[in-house]
């Protein structure tokens, strides 16, 4: 079987390729997501093997059609609109909350989530102009260059429950790694393009929405 490529089959998830990588790379400082589809879950599953790593970066698409379908119907040119695109992340947050099996462990993951977030460690956007469709994992050291080990993910996984091959039934996906200086390089400077464009999710937007999120699971139970 390729190591390059994985299909989130039995164990050959990304998952456990992200566990390989940062259990034997203790160097990675940087973590860059460039995904479609973002959702909270996903990440604290992550969380117990980013302990280390300082500076996470994550990119997440929107669904720009639906803001622009919003405009045009009163009758107005959709324009990159920083409160509708916080507006849209927020409504994604409640709903993945209130979709979650909700246990202690879940309310906690997502609390770290925010914490992250309000401490730096976590910096979100959301990229308001184009319908990313991309997937990209960047793993860097600080010092970045030719001489140093560092790896690119790319294919099909969003950073969710299913991309990443954790539920018990795991989407076919089909991912590859790569380990050339040459492959990272391109991957992290289309990354920086679209993270120049990208809006804020602020930590204070994130930590309403945990608060909304919680208060209305709460309520509803």
């Given at each position: 079987?390729?190591?390059?490529?994985?299909?989130?089959?039995?164990?050959?998830?990304?998952?456990?390729?992200?566990?390989?990588?940062?259990e034997?790379?203790?160097?990675i400082?940087?973590?860059?997501?460039?995904?479609?589809?973002?959702?909270?879950?996903?990440?604290?599953?992550?969380?117990?093997?980013?302990?280390?790593?300082?500076?996470?970066?994550?990119?997440?698409?929107?669904?720009?059609?639906?803001?622009?379908?919003?405009?045009?119907?009163?009758?107005?040119?959709?324009?990159?609109?920083?409160e509708?695109?916080?507006?849209?992340?927020?409504?994604?947050?409640?709903?993945?909350?209130?979709?979650?099996?909700?246990?202690a462990?879940?309310?906690?993951?997502?609390?770290q989530?925010?914490?992250?977030?309000?401490s730096?460690?976590?910096?979100?956007?959301?990229?308001?102009?184009?319908?990313?469709?991309?997937?990209?994992?960047?793993?860097?050291?600080?010092?970045?260059?030719?001489?140093?080990?560092?790896?690119?993910?790319?294919?099909?996984?969003?950073?969710?429950?299913?991309?990443?091959?954790?539920?018990?039934?795991a989407?076919?996906?089909?991912?590859?790694?790569?380990n050339?200086?040459?492959?990272?390089?391109?991957?992290?400077?289309?990354?920086?393009?679209?993270?120049?464009?990208?809006?804020?999710?602020?930590?204070?937007?994130?930590?309403?929405?945990?608060?909304?999120?919680f208060?209305?699971?709460h309520?509803?139970?």
């Amino acid at each position: 079987m390729s190591n390059k490529f994985f299909t989130n089959q039995e164990k050959n998830t990304l998952f456990n390729k992200l566990t390989g990588i940062f259990e034997h790379n203790q160097n990675i400082n940087h973590f860059d997501v460039l995904v479609g589809y973002f959702r909270s879950s996903g990440y604290f599953k992550l969380r117990p093997l980013l302990e280390d790593v300082a500076n996470i970066r994550i990119l997440a698409g929107i669904d720009v059609d639906k803001l622009t379908q919003e405009s045009h119907s009163l009758g107005l040119i959709y324009q990159e609109n920083k409160e509708k695109v916080e507006q849209s992340w927020q409504k994604t947050f409640i709903t993945d909350i209130k979709q979650a099996d909700y246990d202690a462990q879940t309310e906690q993951g997502v609390k770290q989530f925010i914490q992250d977030m309000l401490s730096g460690k976590v910096s979100l956007k959301a990229h308001p102009s184009q319908k990313i469709h991309a997937k990209i994992y960047i793993f860097r050291p600080d010092n970045f260059n030719e001489h140093t080990a560092s790896s690119v993910i790319t294919g099909s996984s969003n950073l969710t429950d299913a991309g990443l091959g954790t539920q018990q039934t795991a989407n076919y996906e089909f991912n590859v790694l790569l380990n050339d200086y040459d492959e990272v390089k391109f991957a992290a400077d289309e990354f920086e393009k679209l993270w120049l464009e990208g809006v804020d999710i602020l930590p204070e937007v994130a930590k309403n929405s945990l608060k909304n999120a919680f208060s209305r699971r709460h309520n509803a139970l």
